[in-house]
T-cell receptor, first 113, second 115 residues
């Protein structure tokens, strides 16, 4: 069973609008969540993270929201730019698990000019 | 500075053959991770090293898979008697210390195709 789920395989957004990528998880032991971005033929690159003791973390155009009771997090990109087009992976980790990231399947974001 | 590098970038082999995939982490990074990404899936954890020792190899699918990091820097993932189901992109990542809270820096991956 997948512990981290990204149910939307793809998302298309107009440039300048908001992109919202969603992620659900099942393991209540997860206490740290990360978003990675991946371009074709490149490795994933870290984008933003959030600890389970917070419900929001913001970094420039990127904001991650965490709803622990719903076991749901989302990544908001405002405003979306064509260069944001990539696959976005949600990942989670259990505190003290020594680095083992559990990834979702990813959501492919296309930002159209 | 240089990022994580992986060689080869592509490897095509025949079923039953042995392959080695190499990872050069960022200099000074203590922790090194191997993940496997199959088509349409997210990266799946295989093994991680703290220095020279494998601290967690619970993600290795079976005993055909083995990884080493003899000097605490470069790591090699070894796959014996390859099967078509082993076809995937093998990703390596490194981080400064062993903690999931440290950003893991990924290499571009090795695309393995088993015919």
């Amino acid at each position: 069973d997948q512990q981290v789920k990204q149910n939307s395989p793809s998302l298309s957004v107009q440039e300048g609008r908001i992109s919202i990528l969603n992620c659900d998880y099942t393991n209540s032991m997860f206490d740290y969540f990360l978003w990675y971005k991946k371009y074709p033929a490149e490795g994933p690159t870290f984008l933003i993270s959030i600890s389970s003791i917070k419900d929001k973390n913001e970094d420039g155009r990127f904001t991650v929201f965490l709803n622990k009771s719903a076991k749901h997090l989302s990544l908001h990109i405002v405003p979306s730019q064509p260069g944001d087009s990539a696959v976005y992976f949600c990942a989670a980790i259990v505190g003290g698990s020594q680095g083992n990231l559990i990834f979702g399947k990813g959501t492919k974001l296309s930002v159209k000019p | 500075g240089a990022g994580v590098s992986q060689t080869p970038s592509n490897k095509v082999t025949e079923k039953g053959k042995y392959v080695e995939l190499r990872c050069d982490p960022i200099s000074g990074h203590t922790a090194l991770y191997w993940y496997r990404q199959s088509l349409g899936q997210g990266p799946e954890f295989l093994i991680y090293f703290q220095g020279t020792g494998a601290a967690d190899d619970s993600g290795l699918p079976n005993d055909r898979f083995f990884a080493v990091r003899p000097e605490g820097s470069v790591s090699t993932l070894k796959i014996q008697r390859t099967e078509r189901g082993d076809s995937a992109v093998y990703l390596c990542a490194s981080s400064p210390i062993v903690s999931g809270l440290d950003e893991q820096f990924f290499g571009p991956g090795t695309r393995l195709t088993v015919l």
